[in-house]
């Protein structure tokens, strides 16, 4: 399957992220705790947001980092970017093959962009190519081994899973995976980045409990379950921070 599907997607009249987010208050506010917890404390000179779509959460970098590239292979996403984001600096880029030179960026982030790669290999090497030897590295992971699929599976398969509907299930459809976050690990390993730190995001991402329990009730159950829950691997998704060994 070629990159160009995966931005056809994004690009295309029929998939409207910024509307994605209407009614997934809960998860982006989730996000946006994950990201402040892992960096808090931390200050960086250039920051790269890659599949940043249109840069929601890239503009969250700006309390870190001196200057944010949003990367993003899609033009319609950047079109989006240019007019809810207009300070945002952005590059027409696929996470494969980054315009920025060996070691030359200090904070990478790489959010949601997993589930469209059932084999990331590439696009970690690259992660791992263009950060600075003392940077640090954001990824997150769609879990295959949430608590949910874990209780219908109890086995949780090594590879990705496809996700996509029976219908959506051909090659010129994007890739929607699950992976197993110990293969990711492992992958991660391979091209040379270790895991400081795992979170467990939108531990409580259920339409029921959405419905039942107050928003600011949930955010500070979801504050308190990020740590707790990461070492079983609880929810079902994954945010990993990340440095070169
Ligand atoms: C679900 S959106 C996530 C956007 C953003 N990271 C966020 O969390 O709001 C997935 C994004 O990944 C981008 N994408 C898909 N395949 C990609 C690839 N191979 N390299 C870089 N970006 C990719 C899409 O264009 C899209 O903007």
Sequence with gaps: MGDTKRADFYDGPAHDYLRYWDGRDY??????????RLL??????????????????STQLYRYADRVTLAEPSTRQLDIAA???????????????????????????????MHHLPDPRPELAEIARVL???GLAILEVA????????????????G??????????????IPFVNHNVRTV???????????????????????TLKKLVPQRMLLRLER??????????????????????
């Design 40 to 57: 808090r404390g931390q200050h960086f000179a250039h920051a790269v947001d890659v599949g940043g779509g249109y840069g929601r959460l």
């Design 132 to 134: 600075d030897p003392i």
């Design 83 to 113: 007019r809810v984001n207009p300070a945002l600096e952005t590059v027409q880029a696929q996470a494969a093959d980054l315009p920025f030179t060996d070691g030359s960026v200090d904070l990478v982030t790489m959010i949601r962009v």
């Design 27 to 36: 998860e982006n506010a989730a996000e946006r705790i994950a990201l402040d």
């Design 143 to 158: 879990n295959l081994g949430h608590f949910r699929n874990r209780l219908r599976h109890p086995r949780t398969p090594a």
């Design 185 to 207: 690990r492992a992958q991660l390993a391979e091209v040379g980045l270790s895991v400081e730190r795992t979170l467990s995001v939108s531990n409580f991402r259920s339409a």
């Design 224 to 245: 308190a379950a990020q740590p707790t829950l990461a070492p079983i691997l609880f929810g079902p998704s994954i945010f990993l921070l990340l440095r070169k060994h």
């Design 160 to 173: 990705p899973v496809d996700i996509r509907s029976p219908e959506n299930r051909h090659d010129d459809e």
